[in-house]
C-alpha cells in the first residue's frame, strides 16, 4: 500500500509516517520508482508506535522494544542499559497509574449512566401509564 493509505488507515499524517521511517521505527520497501511500498503488517506497527508514543515513550525507546513486540519477540540484551531499564520502570509505573485513573473514571461513568438510564426508563413507563390511564378515562 502507499504512504496515503497507511495514512488513512492509521489516523497517522504522512508527514509522521515518513519521520517514523527517519527514525528507523518503520521501514517500507521501495519501488522501483522510489516509492515507499507499506505492507499489511505496519498498520499495527504505526498503531504500536502511536499507543507508545501516547504513553509518554520517547522514540529512541521505542525503537529499543519495538522487536519486543513481535512474535516471536527479539530481545537484544545488550541494549538494555540501566537508563533504559530505569526508563522503562518508570514509563510502566506511570502507566498503570494512568490506568487505574482511566478505570476508576470509567466506572464512575458507568455509575451514572446506569442511574441516568433506569431514570429515564422510570419515566417513560410513568408517561406512558399516565397517557394510557388519561386515554381510557377520556374514552
Request: aromatic fraction near 4%.
Amino acid at each position: 500500500m502507499r504512504i496515503g493509505e497507511l495514512s488513512e488507515r492509521t489516523g497517522t499524517p504522512r508527514r509522521l509516517l515518513r519521520y517514523y521511517e527517519e527514525q528507523g521505527l518503520i521501514l517500507p520497501d521501495r519501488c522501483a520508482n522510489g516509492y515507499r511500498a507499506y505492507d499489511e503488517r505496519l498498520v499495527d506497527r504505526v498503531l504500536q508506535i502511536r499507543g507508545l508514543l501516547d504513553a509518554g515513550l520517547p522514540t529512541r525507546i521505542i525503537k529499543q522494544i519495538l522487536p519486543c513486540l513481535d512474535k516471536p519477540r527479539l530481545i537484544h540484551f545488550s541494549d538494555a542499559t540501566p537508563e533504559m531499564i530505569a526508563t522503562l520502570e518508570d514509563e510502566r509505573d506511570r502507566m498503570t497509574r494512568r490506568i487505574e485513573c482511566l478505570t476508576h473514571n470509567r466506572d464512575a461513568i458507568c455509575e451514572y449512566l446506569d442511574a441516568v438510564l433506569e431514570h429515564n426508563a422510570t419515566a417513560t413507563a410513568t408517561a406512558t401509564a399516565t397517557a394510557t390511564a388519561t386515554a381510557t378515562a377520556t374514552s
